[in-house]
């Protein structure tokens, strides 16, 4: 069974910094493009950022040079370090993998998604 369990959020002031966890059991982090999604209240849920199958990262333009994904492949767990945040970045944060389909491939328009957690950015 494919679980991606997220961890690490709370509320911090402007300027201060989060790091969130997402543990992965049942499937490996590797196999597919990753990444981390936020929502907030009555908006669209959007990209923050990703890894993809070659390596690459991508990290939406209000998030870069504050932002960082990371992975320990011994652990299977992604990371999002938060620093200097800001109360635009309050939302719910969502872990998710896209999903295999057959060797090498990968299905594109389908996910597996974690929970979510909350991260509240107070001024």
């Known amino acids: 069974q494919v679980q991606l369990v997220e961890s690490g959020g709370g509320s911090v002031q402007a300027g201060g910094s989060l790091k969130l966890s997402c543990a992965a059991s049942?499937?490996?982090?590797?196999?597919?493009?990753r990444g981390w999604y936020r929502q907030a209240p009555g908006k669209e849920r959007e990209l923050v950022s990703s890894?993809?199958?070659?390596?690459?990262?991508t990290y939406a333009e209000s998030t870069k040079g504050r932002f960082t994904i990371s992975q320990d492949n011994a652990k299977n767990t992604l990371y999002l370090q938060m620093n200097n945040m800001k109360t635009e970045d309050t939302a719910v944060y969502y872990c998710?993998?896209?999903?295999?389909?057959?060797?090498?491939?990968?299905?594109?328009?389908?996910?597996?998604w974690g929970q979510g957690t909350q991260v509240t950015v107070s001024s």
């Open positions: 998710a993998t896209d999903r295999p389909a057959i060797v090498n491939t990968c299905r594109l328009s389908a996910r597996y």
């Open positions: 890894i993809r199958r070659d390596g690459t990262t």
């Open positions: 049942g499937y490996s982090l590797s196999r597919c493009g």
